[in-house]
């Protein structure tokens, strides 16, 4: 009977003094996220299921800065390389980071063109961003992309979709880009980023 009323208070004086221990080494035990554990399966994108506040208010300063740029430009497309028809959805799991790295890829050139001229300050923080989520991208997209079979369907055809859009004019792939920002970041990086859950 003794020795069950003493294993709560040895208990209590473990923790205890590992708490002290812990406290003067200023050593704090952190859990390693499933995402970087060897082994672990998946594309790690779900921090980026929304964007914060400020990075949002980043975005759309850039974007009301590139539409007024726009309107003192003559542009004209033959065809619009980024249609809204196209949908994330349409694709496999393991397809929409290709596909998602691929815009974001296109994106990223456009928008560090446009950053050479007088928008350079307020492209600053919307390319900082944008090359984060780009390099995560990278990093998920050659274990996802030999998960599967070669690009083809649907994925085969945004691919060349994006192929062919490159080679459009500057003022029309400027205005396309910009037009898609927020898609970009509200639809198609929310959907790579909710994994199975986007259907």
């Known amino acids: 009977m003794r020795m069950q ?29 499933l995402s970087v554990l060897p082994g672990a399966r998946g594309c790690p994108m779900a921090q980026f299921k929304s964007l914060p506040p400020q990075d949002m208010k980043a975005f759309r300063r850039a974007k009301d800065a590139l539409e007024e740029s726009l309107l003192l430009k003559n542009w004209s497309c033959s065809s619009y390389p980024l249609p809204r028809t196209r949908d994330l959805k349409q694709l496999q799991v393991w397809e929409r980071p290709v596909a998602l790295e691929a815009e974001l890829a296109l994106t990223l050139k456009v928008l560090e063109t446009m950053a050479n001229s007088t928008l350079g300050d307020i492209l600053d923080q919307p390319l900082h961003t944008l090359r984060y989520i780009h390099t995560k991208l990278q990093a998920c997209v050659p274990a996802q992309a030999t998960a599967g079979p070669r690009p083809r ?3 085969h ?18 205005a396309s880009v910009t037009f898609n920002l927020f898609r970009l970041l509200a639809r198609d990086l929310n959907c790579v980023a909710s994994g199975d859950l986007c259907v």
């Open 5 to 33: 009323l003493d294993l709560p208070v040895g208990c209590m004086l473990v923790l205890m003094l590992m708490t002290i221990v812990l406290t003067r080494t200023e050593t704090v035990p952190v859990p390693t996220p």
């Open 153 to 155: 369907g649907h994925l």
């Open 157 to 174: 055809c945004w691919l060349c979709r994006l192929q062919v859009a490159s080679k459009e004019s500057h003022g029309c792939l400027e």
